[in-house]
């Protein structure tokens, strides 16, 4: 059943795909892309309903036709933003379902929530880079600077990038099936002036043959 209560007026303003949960969790297509958006919310433990829709909807991504796959949730699985409330609700969210994104083959995870940029390295999985899940990323820059240079950093080895001084919006572009372009592109030089500059960029390649 559809549950809108606490975002009436997003669930009134905007059309969202119907299959599945209102604006809540959904799925859809575009070009070679296909997009689920989740709730971080929302229930995703393993048997509730969203985690159901979740794996139903993943084993039902043909990868021929849209061979990237890329969820969005609002909170991040992964940030190195001293806060450990945040912290805690991430590493909750990783053994929930990381491994249903690694088991499907989940290319690219983006999140906001932190103000602030972060990109993890490629194929991150249980920590580890290179090891065959995604790449995630936050962009929860329209709030920056917020947080300010007094929140902390926690130190690990999956971090690549992190900006927590310019605005800015993700860009991504799927040239081909192997291919996929990402860029990070500041609305200003961290101190209110300038913009349109691409501070971040990496491929995300795949071999779609193994």
């Given at each position: 059943a559809r549950h809108i209560r606490g975002g009436v007026a997003l669930g009134t303003r905007f059309a969202v795909p119907d299959n599945g949960n209102g604006i809540f969790w959904y799925?859809?297509?575009?070009?070679?892309?296909?997009?689920?958006?989740?709730?971080?919310?929302?229930?995703?433990?393993?048997?509730?309903?969203?985690?159901?829709?979740?794996?139903?909807?993943?084993?039902?991504?043909?990868?021929?036709?849209?061979?990237?796959?890329?969820?969005?949730?609002?909170?991040?699985?992964?940030?190195?933003?001293?806060?450990?409330?945040?912290?805690?609700?991430a590493l909750g969210m990783r053994s929930e379902f990381e491994d249903l994104l690694y088991e499907y083959r989940v290319d690219l995870v983006l999140s906001g929530h932190y103000h602030s940029y972060?990109?993890?390295?490629?194929?991150?999985?249980?920590?580890?880079?290179?090891?065959?899940?995604?790449?995630?990323?936050?962009?929860?820059?329209?709030?920056?600077p917020l947080d300010g240079d007094?929140?902390?950093?926690?130190?690990?080895?999956?971090?690549?990038?992190?900006?927590n001084r310019r605005h800015g919006v993700g860009r991504a572009g799927a040239y081909n099936a192997s291919a996929m372009l990402w860029e990070f592109v500041a609305a200003d030089d961290g101190g209110g002036s300038g913009g349109g500059a691409v501070t971040d960029s990496v491929w995300l390649r795949r071999n779609r043959g193994t």
């Open positions: 799925s859809y297509d575009q070009s070679i892309v296909h997009t689920v958006m989740l709730s971080s919310e929302h229930n995703l433990t393993s048997g509730s309903d969203q985690y159901e829709w979740l794996e139903n909807d993943l084993k039902s991504v043909n990868r021929t036709i849209t061979p990237w796959l890329v969820v969005e949730m609002h909170r991040p699985m992964y940030n190195s933003v001293r806060y450990w409330g945040g912290a805690t609700v972060l990109r993890t390295c490629d194929g991150l999985y249980r920590g580890e880079c290179k090891s065959g899940g995604p790449t995630y990323v936050t962009v929860g820059t329209g709030g920056a007094g929140v902390g950093f926690i130190p690990n080895g999956w971090t690549e990038v992190y900006d």
